[in-house]
């Protein structure tokens, strides 16, 4: 794999993570407003734990050799059904 190629894998897999802090502060300084007050802030765990998940598959799934597709759309379905799971362990 090129320089180039390693680069967008790692982006790729990386950028939800870091849209993240991004999310935090628009919802701090009130530019996102989903009618909870502070407790808006709480909305962006899910979030953070699905972005974790998802950046550590898409590159377990480029270390398994996968294409740049495939990897992220298992990337996508493994963090977000391990995000509803804990959601229903946890409700």
């Known amino acids: 794999m ?3 190629g390693a680069v967008v894998r790692i982006s790729t897999a990386l950028a939800p993570l870091m849209v993240t802090p991004a999310l935090i502060k628009a919802i701090a300084d009130g530019w996102l407003n989903f009618g909870g007050g502070e407790k808006d802030i709480v909305l ?4 953070l734990i699905w972005s974790i998940a998802f950046a550590a598959l898409a590159l377990v799934n480029w270390r398994r ?6 990897s992220l759309v298992r990337a ?5 059904g391990g995000v509803m799971l ?3 362990v946890r409700g």
């Open 2 to 4: 090129t320089a180039m």
């Open 44 to 47: 962006v765990v899910p979030r």
């Open 65 to 70: 050799h996968m294409r740049l597709g495939q």
């Open 76 to 80: 996508v379905a493994w963090a977000t």
């Open 86 to 88: 804990l959601a229903l």
